[in-house]
């Protein structure tokens, strides 16, 4: 539908008609059109006050905005990573794409908060990162580990669903999960030992 109003659009304004007219367009499939479009910038409204809230909450949580910035960083690469290569292979903004953004949040965030709330923990105890992660490089980065493969592969029978958009939210959630997990146990502990973060 989207192209028909396309081709419409630009034949009209290539073939002007000898009287004025105006048009517009009815019926189901254009008003699904419309249902999408408001739908979508629904969602990108409410992703975006959202990524705001979940700052918020990190800096409450944390007590800082150092640790706050920190636990945001995977989640942010995670977003603009995975829907960098959206746009890039050429998909859509579309519904599942739409709702997924808002999912994301809370998904991609989880891990980080819970590497740092450990890493934090123990940073504090022994005063030194080389103690704190070979601590956290331990059990607790094996939990997250297997959070992550456990949540990432839960989503993996999706790809076998009949209809496209479950499928998509398979692949997209499923990537989303891997994604902010390795940036997460790679960049956070990078970003505290050259920073020196303690507090």
Do not use: C
């Amino acid at each position: 539908m989207e192209k028909t109003m396309t081709v419409v659009d630009e034949y009209m304004d290539k073939n002007p008609p000898p009287v004025s007219l105006s048009k517009d367009w009815f019926g189901l499939t254009y008003i699904n059109v419309v249902w999408q479009q408001k739908m979508v910038q629904g969602m990108l409204d409410a992703f975006l006050g959202s990524f705001i809230v979940v700052f918020l909450m990190m800096v409450f949580l944390f007590r800082s905005v150092k640790w706050a910035t920190l636990s945001m960083i995977p989640l942010s690469l995670t977003i603009l990573i995975i829907y960098g290569v959206i746009g890039w292979i050429g998909k859509d903004y579309d519904m599942p794409v739409a709702v997924l953004s808002s999912l994301v949040l809370g998904l991609a965030v989880d891990f980080a908060i819970h590497f740092l709330v450990r890493s934090r923990a123990s940073l504090q105890k022994s005063k030194d990162w080389e103690l704190t992660s070979q601590h956290i490089f331990g059990e607790p980065s094996r939990a997250i580990v297997r959070n992550i493969i456990v949540i990432a592969i839960g989503f993996l029978p999706l790809l076998f669903a009949n209809l496209i958009p479950y499928r998509t939210v398979g692949l997209i959630l499923a990537a989303i999960l891997l994604l902010s997990g390795i940036i997460t146990l790679l960049l956070l502990p990078s970003l505290i030992k050259v920073f020196g973060i303690k507090k």
